[in-house]
């Protein structure tokens, strides 16, 4: 493309986002820096719909959605991307919130995956992408992410929601502390609540990974250091408690020398 062309295709882009320009935070150098920028998310149901929506209308360049689910009637209380036309085509969720975002917003290229993430798999889906968003359902899965992360170097961040309360918090490798520094060996499956047994409500899952979507932005946008907070926050409760969980821990795992990977 002419260097013309392209300037006015970036005008005209800037148009768009001319309230996230003026927001000092974010400013015409982090926008662009968001054009640019290739995100993978992992899991498509309430938190990654939320986490999408944020960041595909935010004007991140590139979106790799992996989820292998389909829409159900039960997820529509809280999945914001999907309608009842997709429960009842039984559409893939990847493929049904990628229509959705194409919908919202024509520029961003969205790239759907129908798999599951494994230790076979993981180091080829996320590489090359400058961000990775844990919207998983199981800690299994964010502690292969957390080792996956640390290999390649690329910061994620982890959101977790039950009934009405959830956890964000950003690991970036080589600075901050990982899940295994922070929450120690992975918890046995059947000895954490999950929402299969706690249920879980629209608006937790809205406000607990709307701030792990503006951690996102501010870690894409690089325009300011984030600073590593795990955030707790209960929505019937009216809680919200920001912690300091201190710095990497020399014998992890997954994060210190030598690296002794559990799940890679
Ligand atoms: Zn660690």
């Not at 080829?124 to 996956?148: G, H, K, P, W």
Request: charged share 20%; aromatic share 6%; net charge negative.
């Amino acid at each position: 493309m002419k260097a013309e062309t392209r300037d006015q295709v970036l005008e005209a882009d800037l148009a768009r986002y001319v309230r996230q320009v003026m927001f000092r935070g974010l400013d015409e150098a982090g926008q662009r820096k968001l054009f640019a920028s290739s995100v993978v998310l992992v899991g498509c149901g309430a938190t990654g719909s939320m986490l999408a929506n944020h960041v595909g209308r935010a004007g991140v360049g590139h979106l790799r959605i992996v989820d292998r689910d389909v829409v159900e009637l039960n997820n529509l209380p809280r999945q914001i991307l999907y309608d009842e036309q997709d429960v009842a085509e039984g559409a893939a969720k990847a493929l049904a919130a990628a229509r959705r975002l194409r919908q919202i917003n024509s520029t961003l290229k969205v790239e759907t995956l129908l798999v599951e993430l494994h230790s076979g798999n993981v180091l080829d889906l996320i590489r090359n992408a400058d961000l990775v968003l844990d919207a998983s359902d199981n800690f299994a899965t964010r502690y292969l992410l957390n080792e996956a992360c640390i290999e390649l170097g690329i910061p994620w961040v982890y959101t977790g929601v039950i009934a009405s309360y959830g956890m964000s918090m950003p690991i970036i490798p080589g600075q901050t502390a990982c899940l295994r520094c922070v929450l120690g060996p992975e918890p046995p499956a059947d000895a954490v609540p999950s929402i299969y047994t706690e249920g879980v409500i629209g608006p937790a899952v809205a406000a607990i990974a709307s701030i792990s979507a503006a951690t996102a932005l501010k870690l894409l946008a690089g325009t300011e250091p984030v600073q590593q907070r795990l955030v707790h926050i209960d929505l019937w409760e009216t809680t919200f408690d920001v912690l300091d969980v201190g710095p990497p821990q020399p014998d992890c795992p997954a994060c210190g020398r030598p690296r002794r990977y559990e799940y890679l």
